[in-house]
């Protein structure tokens, strides 16, 4: 026994030998066997431009899988396709997810001229190889970029049209800039390259990629020297040029120039740059160089550095001393420049007198201080708590006797409610309304003594509330309307008018009043065959019916050709003849009403008498 224990042992080390080599030669054959489907399987889980996230090891039999699947569904296909391999023993599954992560941050960073880093994270299913291919579409041959950018789940839709429109924003930016994303929100932070990368980048902001929105921004514009602006005004309106401080300054510039063109065109061709001098105040800048440019006609107010010039034509002599004066007290660190304003004798020569409800409103040019003091003086013993609006200006080209004419307005202008006299080189026009007729007449009359030799003179004078006049083939027709549309018949055997007439005859008076050519005939009417008056006492005068007035108001009154209240007579007996002055009578009453409504007498008359079968009163407009 103990002789066949020692054999045995002795023929372990020989056994165990023998295991030894046939594992040394079988087991790399096995593993290479295994190795190439295996690698395969994983190579596959790199399709569409993904870098391979599955590894795989193979260890005799066995195969250990490692990485990280984008997701669930990468992850269990993977798994399935190496269940499926021939010849392996088991599987030690080591594979995790992608972690996924919320708010979904990615940045392109510039580093360096050449070279732009890739920080963050990037989408899980795109590979770096692809999306450097993808970034790298457009940009110079010699720019590098490094990805250190972590794969992660739950990039936003796009991601790839977005870091390609953050890439091109942040090549415009010097070396320290960056352009980010955070879930659907861009942001960029930097200094612009020049002035034409800061306009472009601009630009580029206003249209993001489809579902991003442009959040914070944070950067500077370019540098320049000298700093440059002008601000110039002709007859095409106002042109911006040079600088501006910022996006803010240069809305407020545009807002300032609008408002100084009054609908004229502006021109914007202004940059957005830094530069201003230490010290200025832009705000304060501006404001000085549109009131100067307020005073120019045709010219330019410019920054120069710090020195501020002015150039041009004034719009009258008293601008370039307003102007000298504005240049001469600048806002601190701003330096006059060149000055070099004139005026030229303005044309047309316009000044106006103009009277409203409270004051007398003086506008237009003047030729010197005396001629402002000699209109004042004319105006003073007319004051009666008005008040003397003087925005005139001095300027010269004034016509001959310019400040008689207008004194002589002011004689005429006084008598008015409301109106104006102006001067436009040698014509003098008054126009307005009196408040009565007979003064209105008045001054058309004697305006036309007012022009000073040589002058013309246009007079438009009105009574206030004048009805507007009508030619002569308007007022016939209207006329013929009127006259038509409602029959005027007196009760049988009087000529008394009847309330239900006022209204009529108010028109009728209206239309006299616009239609002055025209004269109006009356003519009364008989009553018809077998018709007598009722054997009755006639009654008290019915209730008062308005009158209108010129003004088209009504006030309570008597009405014209009409008694007041008066005792009721006692019952007449009437003839049953007929009366042959009746008709005559009764157009004398309607004439009577009509001359106290405002119709002078010589527009209105009864008509001839004459034989007729007439049942209503009849109107005929003569011209």
Known sequence: ?????????????????????????????????????ADAVAAATGRDGAEPWLRVEARGRD????????????????????????????????????????????????????????????????????????LSAGLPAGLVLRDTARAARGAPENFSEA?????????????????????????????????????????????????????????????????????????????????ATSEADRAAILAAARLLADGAPVSDAMRTARGLPAGIDARALVDRAFAILALVREGSVALDGSTLSVR?????????????????????????????????????????IRRGPDAFTLTGHLPDAEARTALRAALRPHLYGERVIDRTRIAEGAPPALVEGLTAGIGALVQLAEGEVSVRDQSLRI????????????????????????????????????????????????????????????????????????????????LARACPQARIE?????????????????EAAPKEAPLKEASGKSKPAAKPGRPAEKPAPKPVETSAMPDPGLPQRRAAAIVDYLLKAGIPADRIAPAPAEASDRRAVAFALRS
């Open 63 to 134: 195969l250990v899988a490692s990485g990280e699947a984008p997701g669930e569904g990468a992850r269990d296909q993977a798994r399935a396709a190496l269940a499926a391999l021939p010849g392996r023993r088991r599987i030690v599954d080591r594979t995790g997810l992608v972690a996924e992560v919320s708010p979904f941050t990615w940045a392109a960073a510039s580093r360096a001229p050449d070279r732009l880093d890739l920080i963050g994270h990037r989408p899980a299913e795109t590979g770096r190889a692809a999306l450097a291919e993808s």
């Open 431 to 510: 126009a307005g309304e009196g408040l009565y007729p007979e003064s209105a007449r008045r001054v058309a009359a004697e305006a036309g003594r007012l022009a000073p030799a040589g002058w013309r003179i246009e007079v438009a004078v009105g009574a206030r509330g004048a009805p507007p006049k009508r030619d002569p083939a308007e007022c016939r027709e209207t006329f013929a309307t009127l006259a038509s549309g409602q029959a005027l018949r007196f009760d049988p055997g009087s000529a008394d008018l009847k309330p239900a007439f006022y209204p009529v005859l108010d028109e009728v008076a209206g």
């Open 163 to 243: 870091a390609r429109f953050l890439v091109a924003q942040v090549r415009h930016l010097k070396p320290g800039a960056t352009a980010a994303l955070s879930d659907r929100v861009l942001s960029v932070h930097g200094e612009a390259a020049s002035v034409e990368a800061y306009a472009a980048l601009r630009s580029d902001l206003a249209h993001p990629p489809a579902g991003y929105t442009v959040g914070e921004v944070g950067v500077e514009p370019a540098l320049v020297s000298p700093f440059v602006w002008s601000a110039s005004r002709g007859p095409a309106g106002i042109r911006l040029d040079g600088y």
């Open 312 to 352: 041009g034509s004034a719009i009258d002599v008293q601008a370039v001393r307003e102007a000298e004066a504005a240049a001469a007290t600048l806002p601190a660190g701003i330096s006059r420049g060149a000055f070099a304003l004139t005026a030229s004798p303005v044309s047309p020569y316009l000044v106006a």
């Open 1 to 37: 026994m103990a002789i066949r224990s020692i054999g045995w042992l002795s023929g372990l080390p020989l056994l165990a030998g023998a295991w030894v080599a046939a594992t040394a030669f079988a087991e790399p054959r096995l593993e290479a066997a295994l190795e190439a489907p």
């Open 522 to 538: 009356v003519a009364g009417h008989d009553d018809p065959p077998g018709s007598a008056p009722a054997l009755v006492a006639k």
